[in-house]
T-cell receptor
Framework: DGGITQSPKYLFRKEGQNVTLSCEQN?????MYWYRQDPGQGLRLIYY???????QKGDIAEGYSVSREKKESFPLTVTSAQKNPTAFYLC????????????FGSGTRLTVV | DQQVKQNSPSLSVQEGRISILNCDYT??????FLWYKKYPAEGPTFLIS?????DKNEDGRFTVFLNKSAKHLSLHIVPSQPGDSAVYFC???????????FGEGTQLTVNP
């Protein structure tokens, strides 16, 4: 079955440490996205990539970094520069053209202590 | 600049009655709209969509209405069931666009 996998589901890190969230898809989708969900703020776009080896900043990219070395993978690194990293992180993928809609992963809950 | 807004953070309805979730947008370039449903600790799942060339799209118990002049869309769920209790996100895009813009979400609670 095709799908999009995020791991781990729960992640705890100490303040000041970088952490990388994994996102893998086998849907053969060209585009991939990272969103962050906070209570009352909906889904905010961090980074997105429409093609391998290329990506663009979203609305809240500060303190985050990404790479897109393979079509199937789009890992997100939360750096120590991110002021409020505790959140629920969602990865999504889509065919070329956002109007086709996204397929979302099940999310990673990151808690920084 | 919040281009897609869902002004009701929460909505509570009785089982069997109609649920109406509302969404407003400001960007007149948006021409494709989608609704997603999300349970806690899970990713959102696609529910229904509508293109700006239509004013209504129906799929079973779910109907989306689009009023382009008012830049307003709504999702109707009839009849509502307890399993419909979730957060509902409205999203918008340009057909040529590379990303969806989401609203803040509305928590729907359907009481038995």
């Amino acid at each position: 079955d095709g799908g999009i996998t995020q791991s781990p589901k729960y992640l705890f890190r100490k303040e000041g440490q970088n952490v990388t969230l994994s996102c893998e898809q086998n849907l053969n989708h060209d585009a991939m996205y990272w969103y962050r969900q906070d209570p009352g703020q909906g889904l905010r776009l961090i980074y997105y990539s429409q093609i391998v080896n290329d990506f663009q900043k979203g609305d809240i990219a500060e303190g985050y970094s990404v790479s897109r070395e393979k079509k199937e993978s789009f890992p997100l690194t939360v750096t120590s520069a991110q002021k409020n990293p505790t959140a629920f992180y969602l990865c999504a993928s889509s065919r070329q053209g956002a109007h086709y809609g996204y397929t979302f992963g099940s999310g990673t809950r990151l808690t920084v202590v | 600049d919040q281009q897609v807004k869902q002004n009701s953070p929460s909505l509570s309805v009785q089982e069997g009655r109609i649920s109406i979730l509302n969404c407003d947008y400001t960007n007149s370039m948006f021409d494709y709209f989608l609704w997603y449903k999300k349970y806690p600790a899970e990713g959102p799942t696609f529910l229904i969509s509508i293109s700006s060339i239509k004013d209504k799209n129906e799929d079973g118990r779910f109907t989306v209405f689009l009023n382009k002049s008012a830049k307003h869309l709504s999702l109707h769920i009839v009849p509502s069931q307890p399993g419909d209790s979730a957060v509902y996100f409205c999203a918008a895009s340009r057909t040529s666009g590379s990303r969806l813009t989401f609203g803040e979400g509305t928590q729907l609670t359907v009481n038995p």
